[in-house]
């Protein structure tokens, strides 16, 4: 049996289904990823999951003990799972260090200060213990509402796109940061996130999620050499349909660009990336526009280019 598990979950908001059977099982320590656009139902997910959101069907465990939803349990949701999202709400009148303390108010005085004094470390907060919520940055409150959520040790930590107020850099750094911190202390990790690339700072084990369902699971290079969706695949890159061809679509990077052929087209844009160009190609059959990587940063707005590729990079693609 799993540590945490989640069994064929559903659930329907009066009669608009937001989760089809959900399953998912972790080991103790395990970090997932579930990547999914707005609105496919992953904070609907979460919620369940932390028993702070009562389920259509299906079940919720960690370990030996099923996760009571709020029709079943007076005060809803564990201090054993937690739930952070982007609207973290600090106590805006306490010090960093009254707000990481709150949750630990009824344990031992001794127990709770080593708890405080090691988040306050291992977050990176001790220079800020002192000051109030609205005098710290967007990073280092989301630094404290994490803290406060890893006050009580939480076995389950579930992410709700908790970083999207950063920027990438300040994300990504996070991210990275909060990994080690998970790793050393064996927290069971689910982050919710649209964006793949913040998913795969954390970890490589992926769900992808589109309308309440999981249309793929596996690991980054499975995922992006055989997506079965459009939308598993452009989570990697652009994708290009090929002309006159069923569901057919070539990654940017899976083109080449010669002086003869068949398949025609004009430059009419160019941007410099660190390791190409990115083109933009108008073909001249049907006017489309193409995607492709210019890695040579040969061609200029205004060429005329010819455009090649191998059949077995090729992706068939469903909608
Ligand atoms: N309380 C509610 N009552 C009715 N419908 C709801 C409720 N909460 C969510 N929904 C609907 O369920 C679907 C899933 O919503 P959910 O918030 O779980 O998606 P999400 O993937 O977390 O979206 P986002 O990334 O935008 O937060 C949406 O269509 C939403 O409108």
Not at 293 to 317: S, T
Request: charged share 30%.
């Amino acid at each position: 049996m799993s540590y945490f598990s989640i069994r064929k979950v559903s659930k329907t908001y009066e009669l608009h289904p937001a989760l089809k059977e959900f399953s998912l099982a972790l080991e103790k320590g395990q970090f997932t990823a579930i990547v999914g656009e707005s609105g496919s139902g992953k904070s609907t997910l979460l919620r369940i999951m932390a028993g702070l959101e009562t389920q259509t069907s299906g079940e919720v465990w960690l370990n030996d003990r099923q996760i009571e939803n709020p029709k079943q349990k007076l005060v809803p949701g564990y201090d054993e799972i937690k739930l952070i999202h982007q609207d973290y709400h600090l106590q805006p009148n306490s010090t960093v260090e009254e707000n990481i303390s709150r949750p630990l108010l009824n344990y031992d005085k001794a127990y709770a200060r080593d708890r405080v004094d090691r988040l306050l470390f291992d977050l990176g907060l001790e220079g800020f213990k002192d000051r109030h919520p609205r005098q710290l940055s967007g990073g280092q409150q989301q630094k404290v509402a994490i803290a406060t959520a890893l006050a009580v040790e939480p076995d389950v930590l579930l992410l709700d796109e908790p970083f999207s107020s950063l920027d990438s850099i300040q994300k990504h750094r996070l991210i990275s940061e909060l990994k080690e911190l998970f790793l050393e202390l064996g927290t069971t990790v689910v982050f919710v996130t649209h964006d793949l690339d913040d998913a795969l700072r954390l970890t490589d084990n992926l769900i992808i999620f589109q309308k309440g369902k999981v249309v793929q699971k596996g690991g980054s290079q499975e995922l992006c050499e055989h997506p079965k969706t459009r939308y598993v695949a452009r989570l990697f890159s652009t994708i290009n349909l090929i002309p006159d061809r069923f569901n057919s679509y070539l990654r940017p990077s899976d083109v080449r660009l010669r002086t003869k052929g068949e398949l025609m087209g004009h430059v009419i844009d160019q941007r410099y990336l660190v390791h190409y160009n990115s083109l933009s190609i108008r073909l001249k059959n049907g006017g489309q526009v193409w995607e492709v990587d210019d890695p040579f940063r040969k061609y200029k707005i205004g060429d005329r280019v010819y455009l090649h590729f191998d059949e077995e990079k090729v992706l068939m693609l469903k909608s």
